[in-house]
């Protein structure tokens, strides 16, 4: 009974927190928000770029899936421009007539996707496959 009543004598006299203790709480906390802030900015930057590049692989592969399944590419080099938003695709096809470094008997599908983004930088991307004839 003694140690409980010497703890009630020295809880007694505390009513609760001060403004002070409160004030400095708050601007501890505020410093803490303020830190965390700009990696709030830069998680929504790198989400936009990263649904830019899933964008252009999609572009890409649709169209690289597109002349993979014609049994004919002609003419020889292939080349389109076409643009889908704000994205630019580029697509050219060669063989070994036109480059001899392209081995024989294949197609060289060459998909370049361009854009620019909301901060008004500009970025390029590039696919590289074959097809056989």
């Known amino acids: 009974m003694r140690k409980i ?24 906390l505020a ?11 830069m998680s929504m930057r790198g989400n936009q770029f990263s649904r830019e590049v899933s964008e252009t692989a ?6 690289i899936e597109q002349l993979k399944n014609q049994s004919i590419i002609s003419p020889i080099p292939f080349n389109e421009t076409t643009t889908s938003g704000s994205y630019t695709r580029t697509v050219n ?9 392209i081995p024989p008997g294949v197609y060289r599908i060459n998909v370049t996707l361009n854009w620019t983004d909301k901060q008004g930088r500009s970025h390029s991307t ?4 074959y097809k056989a004839k």
Not at 58 to 63: E, P, S
């Open 58 to 63: 999609y572009l890409a592969q649709d169209r």
């Open 126 to 129: 590039s696919y590289l496959t």
């Open 31 to 41: 410093i803490g928000l303020l830190g965390i802030a700009p990696m709030f900015v």
């Open 93 to 101: 096809v060669s063989d070994q007539t036109v480059d001899g470094t």
């Open 5 to 28: 009543s010497r703890i009630k004598l020295k809880l007694s006299g505390q009513k609760g927190f001060t403004l002070l203790e409160v004030l400095v709480a708050m601007i501890v």
